[in-house]
């Protein structure tokens, strides 16, 4: 009896997971160049910044679960073109520069702790990996952003440090890939 309650019990979850996996879906932004597998219906926001370079449009792609416990709490893709000659991704010595000062106000906007950074590079493009807890320990965001030409690409995920080991953000992060426009 016991072995049937135990097939039965991993046939429903199995379904369950499989089911869960059907709801991705590719979203693709043929203003940003990019496409990536979202859990969920992407919302577009715009904002303009000012920078040292002039008034730039940040542009954000998120996906906020709508369950009560999700694994991730949002899932968003943002980049932001910068002007020729201000930044590009062959300046290697600059980015270096232009990749700290990013990590660092992703930690001072949240006041948090930053744990890890990685170099990481996508189709030869350079980028990097870092995590930040925040609220205490009790909140955690996850970046991979990545210069390409002079578009600079911010994947996120934000989620409760108790669920920061998740398939789902990996399959989010993993499936981020950019299209390169003639």
């Known amino acids: 009896m016991k072995e049937i309650l135990f097939l039965l019990l991993t046939s429903i979850l199995a ?24 859990p969920g219906d992407m919302s577009q926001k715009e904002q303009l910044m000012e920078t040292a370079v002039g008034n730039l449009l940040f542009t954000t792609y998120l996906y906020q679960p709508k369950s009560k416990d999700p694994d991730n709490l949002y899932y968003a893709v943002s980049f932001i073109d910068y002007p020729e000659n201000s930044i590009h991704s062959d300046s290697t010595e600059f980015l270096d520069s232009f990749f700290h000062y ?61 669920k920061s080991l998740n398939t789902q953000q990996d399959k989010f992060f993993d499936s981020f890939n950019f299209e390169l426009s003639d």
């Open 102 to 162: 990013t990590i660092d106000a992703s930690v001072q906007s949240v006041m948090g702790d930053l744990r890890y950074v990685d170099h990481i590079k996508q189709d030869g493009y350079p980028g990097r990996l870092w995590r930040v807890d925040y609220k205490k320990g009790t909140a955690t965001i996850k970046t991979k952003a990545y210069m390409v030409g002079n578009r600079f690409y911010q994947v996120q995920v934000v989620m409760h440090r108790d």
């Open 15 to 38: 379904t369950s997971a499989l089911t869960a996996q059907a709801e991705w879906q590719t979203f693709e932004s043929s203003k940003g160049h990019f496409k990536i597998l979202t």
